[in-house]
Structure formats: structure tokens, C-alpha cells
């Protein structure tokens, strides 16, 4: 039983005990009087609002159980009622409750409300007193508070009755505004930790998420970039990796309860100019001809805008005394959408006549970075007649047949008459490295160069190999060929270390006119004994006086064919390194494109010379004699085209004669000499462009 049936059972049991004794002792005015018995006659069904009729006895006044049901007794103690709380409120939102029906009143009973206001029956809200009957609906609202997470209440009474309405506000789960410490002249692509910042103004965790890094909370190590939560005073750090390029900004942003911040990471400004330079020609070289095309590479962290070369001509004897300047703009290895890509370039550059003619690569870049004009990368050509010496008349070469790259101290080695001289690629400077005159008085060929011994080798005479010391040129010691009866030349000398093979392997020289072929004869450099790789009668036969042998796996790839005028028997033989067996790889009906030459328009007989193997382009290079020819042949199908002519130009005798051919795998050039000029010639294997390292004086128009 509830607290309001107490009472009104209480209060219904008070009025019936009353009434009881207001007619026990004939109504409330005392003894019957003849003015209340008048008044009570004429009274509906003998009651007024004065008291009872006199003419009523006492015993008849006891109140019967029918007459006390049938007149209802005031209530206005309702049954209890109560409304829902409600939480998660707006700030300072007006919010009502939820309706409740009174009951279990039978009259009007009193309402009055604190802390709020309330409705009857959907009618307009109030705070003043009023009255509500059964079953009438009552509601209340109240304003919430203006603070996150409180409590507001108002309290309604019905008829001594009371009920509270709370309503609680939301968390706050916004906090106050934080930012990171940002961070500038940052490394490249580096790993940067930010400060910590102190989580406040929440009462509630709020997620917590990350774009570009990651975040750690509180004192923990790990980082991570998954969403999470974070509660009040937690604190956060960022870590972002900064930007490969300079002067860019990364940005690691995080968003705690919907209010962000951004750690920004920008790295140091670009100062630095594009490192720009050429790759050919090499530092200083000749031309007879009125123009060269340069080639190079540009880089740098961020765009290039602009590469230029910037010409100026001088004499020789006077440098400080410019005959000519000019600028051109480069060509861009590639464009797209108006981006040029100078990764690498080339130019044409005209070239003053009889005059150095120096050479800069300028670049700059996106941010404005140029290096200075003098200390830009250049290179100097000089324009000159083929006749004269080149880079000077030091040392020059009385007979020049065969050549050696050597990579590691950035020379070719070229055997002399009785000397063999160094030449160095960046000037081209002649030096005696050589003189092996006390053990060959005359020039040796094939010169090969072991590096991973440090050795010098060459063919002396028909008689014997010769070995040196490649960094001081001591003399170590000569093996006599002893395979050669018929006291035969040998021309061409390789060295083969492919499949466990360490050997050098000996081309004989067979002349057109002699019956026969040239054998293969291989020489041990653990045994240091003699062995014939390839008879004579092999077919097709070896012929000519051809300095050049490629190697590759188990096969040699040699030219043969002289200055005869039999074009058939201008070949290039495959010989197999283990059974000596030869195979016709290319001739004129043997693979198509450029044909092999026989007797030229002057009169002249071509032949071929040295072969090199190209592994970059899949193919080898062969040079003709005398047609001046280099012919580029696919290693796949067999397939010849001209790579260049390098006939000399403006003058009567152009052409070109040489037994070798070698590459420079690095710099990406190949070389030969010319033993008609005495000239070692270079040319670049991506624009066949030809230049004259260093070459003796000549009389030759």
C-alpha cells in the first residue's frame, strides 16, 4: 500500500467518524429548534445545508450503510504517478517529460510545480497553481542546465502528491582548441616526432583519429594511425616522415572529439643547383669537322626548368681572348605535357674553325638554383686540320696498331714501335709507359688487359706472348708460341674467363691469297702451356688480319675477310669455345640490312677489322677499313645496319684503317685507332658522334 492510499484512507475514515457524530447529537447547531426543523421540512429528501429535520428521532439519526455509499466522499489524493528522467540533453534545451494520467482522485485536486512548468491535457505550459481532475494527463519541462553532465529537476504536486522530472545534460565531448609545435628546415624523408599535447575541456572519451602518421597516447611508445579513443588529460603526440623533395610541407592531421590540429613538417629549403654534366665527348678532343653533337645528364631533387650550353671560341695561343660566345638550348631526352625531361640531353654545337671552342652545361632548376658559369661542367673541343697533332706534338706515335682500355687508371694503352704509350682520356695527353725494346724491338699487338691480375699482355712478332705489370709496366716474363711451324703471324689476343675458362686465346693472320685458315690457339694462364682451340681447315676459314675477337659464353666471334675482292669472304665466323667448331653467322647472304664492302668508288679495297660486343644493346659493332664503316649487328638475328661512317671530312684522303675496335662500358663509347693518321679515335655509342682523343701529325691531305 502506497503512501497516498494511507492517507487517504486516513483522511475518508476521519470525515466518516465526524459525520457520524454530527447526527449523533442532532447536527451541528446543538438542541432542535423550531427555526431548523422548519427549514429542514422543506428540504430535498430531508437533509439541508443547515442540518437534519426535528422530527427525526435520535435512533433514527445512526447513518445507514445505503445512505453513507450513495453520497461520495471528497478525494483529492491521487494515485502515485512519476516521469522518465531524460540525459544527453542540448544545453539549456527546454525539455518536457513524458505525459502521466492522473487518477484515483474523485474531485478537483491542486497542482503546483517548482523548478519548471507543467500541462494539463496538452494545454499551454504554466507555473501557477491551478487544479486537474481524474484522468486528465499532466506533463512537465523544465530548462536544462547551461553546464555539460548536471542534473536539473522540477517537482509537480497533485493534491499533496508529488513527482520529479531530471533531465541531465550531455557530456562535453569537445574539446578545447590544441595545436602542435610545426617543425621547418627538416631533413629529407625523415622521421619526426612532435611534442605532446594535454587532452582538456571533455568529460567523456572522444575517438581520436589520424591522416598522414601516426599518434601516440600518454607515455606509450607505440604508435598507431587506428582510430581510438582518448579521455580528458590524456596527452597525444604525432610522428610524420617528412618529404623527399625540399621545401615541401607534410601534414600529419589528427581529430580528437571533432576538433583537429595539423603537426606540419616542412623541409629545408632547395639552395642547391642541378648537378648537370657531359658524358661525351670526354673533357678535351679534336674535330675537323664544322660541328659535334654533345651529350649529357642533368639531376637534381626537384624540376629542371632549363638546361643550356653556353659556347665560347678562343685561340690557343690566346685563351683570355674570346673570338665568339653563344647559348643554345638543349634537346630534352623526352617531353610530356609541356615537362621536358633533361635526365639526359643532347646539342648540336657549331664549332669555330681552328679554335678551342669550350663547352658549359647550365641548369637550373624549379626554385632558381643555377650554378655558376665557372663552375659549371665543360668540355673543350678543338677545330683543326687532320693533318696537324693533337693535343700536342709530345710523344707521338711513330706506329699505332693496337689499343687497351684501361678502366681503372682511365687510360688507353697503345702499343708503339718498340714503347707502349699511355693516353690519358681526359686530355689525351701521350706518355712512354713502356719501352720494351731490350725484349721486343718491334710493335707488339693484340694488347689485352687482364685487371684482376694486373697484367699486360701483347704479341711479339710471331714469336712470343708478353707479360707486364699493368701499374708500374715492369717486364715479368715471355712465353714463345710454340704451335707455330709455319712461323705464322698472330694478330688478334683476348683474354677468356667465361665458364672457369683463364686463358688468352690467339687469332693467326691468314692472308687472302694463302691456301688455308687461320687456327685458334689458346695459351693457359695456370699451365702456361700452348693448345689449338680451332684447326686451319675449319670451315668457313678465318681470313684477313682482323685484331678483334668477342667473347661471350662459350662462343668467340671473329671478322674475317682481307683487302680482297671477293665480297663472300667478308665474314663474321662463330667459333665454339670448347669444340673449335665454326659457324657462319653473318655475311652478305647471311642476315639482311647494310651490306659488307668489296672495292670502293676510289678504288679501294675494304676489310674488316675488330669486333665488340655491345651487351647494352644486344649487339655487336664491326669496323671496315677503308669504307670507314662501323656496322652494327644484332646479336638475335644476325641482322646489319651502319651505326657511323667516320671518314674524316674536308679533305681528299677521309678514310679510316684499323684491326681493333674496343668499348668503354661505362662511358659509353667505343674507340679504335686509325694507324693511317696515328689517331685514336672515339665514338659515343648513343649518338655516334666522333671525336679524335689524341692522334700524331700526318701528312696526308
Known sequence: MTIATLHRAFFRTVLLLGFTALVACGGGGGGGDNTTASRSSNSTAGTSSA?????????????????????????????????????????????????????????????SVTGGEYSIDGAAFTAIDGQVSNGQTLAVRLTASAVHSTATSATVTVGGVSASFSVTTKADTTPEAF???????????????????????????????????????????TFTSAAGTVSANNTVRLRGTSATGNNLTHAVVV?????????????IPDTTPPVAE?????????????????????????????????????????????????????????????VKDFSSWTADIPLTALAENEIKVIATDENDNTIP???ANKVTIRQADVASAFPDEVSQFEIARSSALDTELNRILVADRGKVMAVDIATGQRTVFINHESVCNSRLSGLTIDHQNSRLYGIC????????????????????ITLNPNNESFLGLSL??????????LVEQIYAYNEGGGRLIGFSLDSKEFSVISDASEQPLIKGSSGGIAIDGDNYWITSGGQHEDVTLRQVIRVNAITGKHELYSDNATGSG?????????????????????AVNNRFLVFESVSSKILSIDIASGDRSLFKDISYTGITTKFVTSSDLDIHEIKRFIFLLDSRRKALILVDLETSEKVILTKSKNSFQ
Open 51 to 111: 442540518g437534519i429535520s426535528s422530527s427525526v428521532g435520535v435512533s433514527s439519526l445512526a447513518p445507514s450503510s445505503s445512505s453513507v455509499s450513495s453520497v461520495p466522499l471528497p478525494d483529492t489524493i491521487p494515485n502515485s504517478f512519476s516521469f522518465n528522467s531524460v540525459t544527453g540533453v542540448e544545453l539549456s534545451a527546454v525539455t518536457p517529460s513524458d505525459v502521466v494520467t492522473i487518477s484515483g482522485i474523485n474531485t478537483l485536486a491542486t497542482v
Open 179 to 221: 595545436s602542435f609545435e610545426p617543425v621547418t628546415d627538416a631533413a629529407l624523408d625523415t622521421v619526426y616526432t612532435s611534442g605532446a599535447i594535454t587532452v582538456t575541456g571533455i568529460d567523456a572519451a572522444v575517438p581520436i583519429t589520424v591522416t598522414g602518421g601516426e599518434y601516440a597516447i600518454n607515455s606509450e611508445e
Open 255 to 267: 581529430t580528437i572529439g571533432g576538433v583537429s590540429a595539423t603537426y606540419s613538417i616542412t623541409t
Open 278 to 338: 657531359f658524358k661525351f665527348p670526354t673533357p678535351y678532343t679534336m674535330s675537323e669537322a664544322n660541328t659535334v653533337k654533345v651529350r649529357g645528364i642533368a639531376t637534381d631533387d626537384n624540376t629542371i626548368t632549363s638546361v643550356k650550353v653556353v659556347v665560347r671560341s678562343f685561340k690557343l695561343d690566346t685563351p683570355d681572348e674570346t673570338i665568339a660566345s653563344t647559348e643554345f638550348e638543349v634537346t630534352p631526352k623526352a617531353e610530356i605535357d609541356g
Open 373 to 375: 658559369n665557372e663552375d
Open 461 to 480: 712478332r710471331t714469336e712470343q706472348i708478353l707479360e707486364f705489370n699493368l701499374l708500374d709496366g715492369a717486364f715479368i716474363d715471355q712465353y714463345t
Open 496 to 505: 677468356d674467363r667465361f665458364n672457369g675458362r683463364n686463358r688468352l686465346v
Open 594 to 614: 647494310e651490306l659488307f664492302s668489296a672495292i670502293l668508288p676510289d678504288g679501294n679495297t675494304a676489310a674488316l677489322g675488330g669486333i665488340v660486343k655491345d
